[in-house]
Nanobody
Framework: QVQLVESGGGLVQAGGSPRLSCAGS????????MGWFRQAPGKEREFVAA????????TYADAVKGRFTISRDDAKITVYLQMNSLNPEDTAVYYC??????????????????WGQGTQVTVSS
C-alpha cells in the first residue's frame, strides 16, 4: 500500500514558478513509477508528466513540455513537479499517482495504482 499526499498548490500569478511536492509512504516507494495528472474545471483528467522508478527516464505532455520538470528524491520519499512560466490554462487540481510497474513510462491514468487527493493550482492573469 502506498499513500500519497500532494502539497505546494495555491494561487499563483501568470509567469510564476511554483513547485508541487508529492510525499509518499511505504518501503517500496523507490520501486514505483510516478506520474502527475491534472483536472481543470469541466474537463477530464489529463496526463502531465511521468518518471520511472530509477528517475533516469521522464516524459511530458506536449502542453507542458519545456516548462515543467518532474523529479524524485527517494531518500525523502517525494516526487516533485517544478512548474515554470505558468499561464491561466494551467489552472487545475494536480494529482500525483504511483504505479507498481515502475520501469515503463505511461500517461494512461488506468495504469496507475495509487492516487493522492490532489492540490489546487490557480493561475491568475
Amino acid at each position: 500500500q502506498v499513500q500519497l499526499v500532494e502539497s505546494g498548490g495555491g494561487l499563483v500569478q501568470a509567469g510564476g514558478s511554483p513547485r508541487l511536492s508529492c510525499a509518499g509512504s511505504g518501503r517500496t516507494f523507490s520501486y514505483y513509477g510516478m506520474g502527475w495528472f491534472r483536472q481543470a474545471p469541466g474537463k477530464e483528467r489529463e496526463f502531465v508528466a511521468a518518471i520511472t522508478w530509477s528517475g533516469r527516464s521522464t516524459t511530458y505532455a506536449d502542453a507542458v513540455k519545456g516548462r515543467f520538470t518532474i523529479s524524485r528524491d527517494d531518500a525523502k520519499i517525494t516526487v516533485y513537479l517544478q512548474m515554470n512560466s505558468l499561464n491561466p490554462e494551467d489552472t487545475a487540481v494536480y494529482y500525483c499517482a504511483a504505479r507498481a510497474n515502475g520501469a515503463r513510462l505511461t500517461g494512461r491514468s488506468d495504469d496507475y495504482d495509487y492516487w493522492g487527493q490532489g492540490t489546487q493550482v490557480t493561475v491568475s492573469s
